[in-house]
Structure formats: structure tokens, C-alpha cells
């Protein structure tokens, strides 16, 4: 592969997989039973918030792997300046992408140093800039970071703006909106505190069905591009869910987690999702990469 390609190949997959909160409660309502749309107001409160930072992991068992792979990330957010970063290991995935790179060119990237495959992103509205320290030995002399206009890769690749723009909505607090899927009863587990917040931890199961029904096809496309086609494929429709609320009404954690048995095969493979939300409304600054770090993701196909 060559050397301009590789490195756009891996920047337009991470352009596209990356993707991809104030409340009106008072501390009192610690502890206290939810309704559906309390619930549902919580989950579009922590959405709609100007800043905060998140923390999330995804852990993912397979039949016959040896371990399962572990996934996790840091980030932050400021919804005014329409911003947001993410730093993400994919050290425990590198192995995987070294598959793509199989008896290929002497300057194919290193798979074995985990330092090599913490990968940082920030977004400017439709703009996004990417950090690989596998591949900075293949870009120009002096650059680390590739830019990515959103708005000029979905047209080249047939998306137009406002479906780019569902698929690249900034980080996981996109997830939040499955909590309008919840059925049945909505348990309260306990109070409980997580980094120093009170929190109510909340039991519930969502309805994949009821989900569809809910929402417009382009916030359907929206999720399932987050979750992949698994949860389609096994024919799952109900998921497991839990949610931690501050007494502001904030999404604090939300964990989700799904197991299925692919036909041909006995063993189930299983899969959790959960972040943590923190630092509401805290002074968040998001920078740029300095412009002669940056090398346009345009000028490396070639």
C-alpha cells in the first residue's frame, strides 16, 4: 500500500467511526423514583449542556478469541464553540489493522507499541483533525496531524451535509438519546456517589422496536452506525440498560450491555458500552492543532 494512501485510508475510517448537557431538577430528587419522561428530558438536559468532559469503554468477547478486546477513551466537549476531543487507545485493535498492512510496503507502521496507537481527535463543526502516531512517519516532514473537512469527504463519498452530520455528532453522549426506547419499569437500584456527585442509579431495558418508532430514520441510522449491524444481525430487540442522574436531573454513567449467538455457533458473543459524563458546566478549552503540525488529508491520496 502506498504510503499517502495508507495513512488517508486509516484517517477516513477514523474521520467516520468517531462519532461518530442543564438540567432544571434540584438536589433533592436524589434517590427518588423516574418517570419515562423524566428520563427522557435527562437524557436531552445532558445533550444540550455547554461543557463537560466523558470517559467511556467498550469491551467486546468473541467464541474462540483468546481475550476479550477492551476499547477505551477520554474527551471533552463545548457545545458553543461546536466543538469536542477525544483521545482514543486502539492499541488492543492495532493487531487487527496490522491485517491491512500484511506483507506490505517496508514502511508499514509498528503494531506492537501500544504508544504508537493512542489516537487523538479534535472537531471544529464539520472539521476534523486526527492524530496517529503509528502513521506520523508517513506524513511530510514536520506534520503529526491530518485535516478532514466532513462536509468535502461526505460529498466525495456520497453523503450529503445533514446526513454527515448525523453520523458525526461529536462524541458518545449521542447514545444518550436510546434512553427514549426504555420500556417496562424503570427500577430504582440505589443512591450512590461517583466522583464525588450523589447519583440515583436506575435499572431499565430498552426496546430496539419501540426505538424505530420513535424517532426519525435519520436518528435511526444515526445510532445503529454506533452500536454496528450485531445488535441487527442476532436479532436482538430488548438491551439491558443503567443509569446513574445527579439530583440536577444530568446523565452522570450510562452502561449497556447485549449477548447473542450467531447461527452456526454455540457460544454467545457479548459486548458492554459505558461512560461517565463529569464536569458539567466547567471552563472547557478546546484547541486546534497548530497549522504547521497539519498536513490536509486531500493532498495525501495520491
Not at 496490522?98 to 503494531?111: E, K, Q, V
Not at 466525495?156 to 458525526?168: I, R, V
Not at 461517583?194 to 420513535?214: F, I, P
Not at 444481525?233 to 450467531?262: C, H, N, Y
Request: glycine share 10%; charged share 25%.
Amino acid at each position: 500500500m502506498a504510503r499517502g494512501s495508507s495513512v488517508a485510508a486509516l484517517a477516513t475510517l477514523l474521520a467516520f467511526i468517531v462519532v461518530g448537557c442543564g438540567g432544571t431538577q434540584t438536589s433533592d430528587a436524589v434517590g427518588r423514583p423516574l418517570s419515562f419522561a423524566q428520563l427522557s428530558q435527562a437524557a436531552t438536559a445532558s445533550v444540550d449542556a455547554g461543557t463537560g468532559r466523558f470517559e467511556f469503554t467498550m469491551k467486546m468477547s468473541f467464541p474462540g478469541a483468546d481475550e476479550p478486546l477492551l476499547f477505551k477513551g477520554t474527551g471533552a466537549f463545548d457545545s458553543s464553540a461546536n466543538r469536542s476531543s477525544l483521545e482514543l487507545d486502539l492499541s488492543p485493535f492495532a493487531k487487527l489493522l496490522g491485517g491491512a498492512f500484511a506483507g506490505g510496503a517496508s514502511d508499514a507502521p509498528s503494531f506492537d507499541d501500544p504508544a504508537f496507537w493512542q489516537i487523538e481527535v479534535v472537531q471544529d463543526g464539520v472539521v476534523m483533525y486526527m492524530r496517529v502516531p503509528a502513521l506520523e512517519g508517513q506524513l511530510p516532514a514536520g506534520r503529526s496531524w491530518v485535516r478532514a473537512d466532513l462536509r468535502q469527504l461526505g460529498q466525495a463519498k456520497g453523503f450529503d451535509l445533514e446526513q454527515l452530520q448525523e453520523f458525526t455528532g461529536s462524541d458518545p453522549r449521542k447514545m444518550l438519546d436510546y434512553l427514549r426506547a426504555v420500556s417496562g419499569d424503570i427500577e430504582t437500584v440505589g443512591v450512590e456517589k461517583l466522583r464525588g456527585v450523589e447519583t440515583t442509579h436506575y435499572r431499565a431495558t430498552l426496546d430496539l422496536l419501540r426505538y424505530d418508532k420513535l424517532v426519525p430514520p435519520a436518528k435511526r441510522k444515526e445510532l445503529k452506525s454506533l452500536l454496528g449491524d450485531v445488535v441487527e444481525q442476532s436479532g436482538i430487540r430488548e438491551l439491558p440498560v443503567d443509569v446513574w442522574l445527579d439530583g440536577f436531573g444530568l446523565v452522570r454513567k450510562l452502561q449497556m450491555r447485549f449477548s447473542a449467538t450467531q447461527p452456526g455457533l454455540t457460544e454467545p458473543a457479548e459486548a458492554a458500552f459505558g461512560f461517565e459524563l463529569y464536569d458539567y458546566g466547567k471552563q472547557t478549552v478546546i484547541e486546534l492543532p497548530p497549522a504547521s503540525d497539519v498536513v490536509d488529508i486531500s493532498s495525501l491520496r495520491g
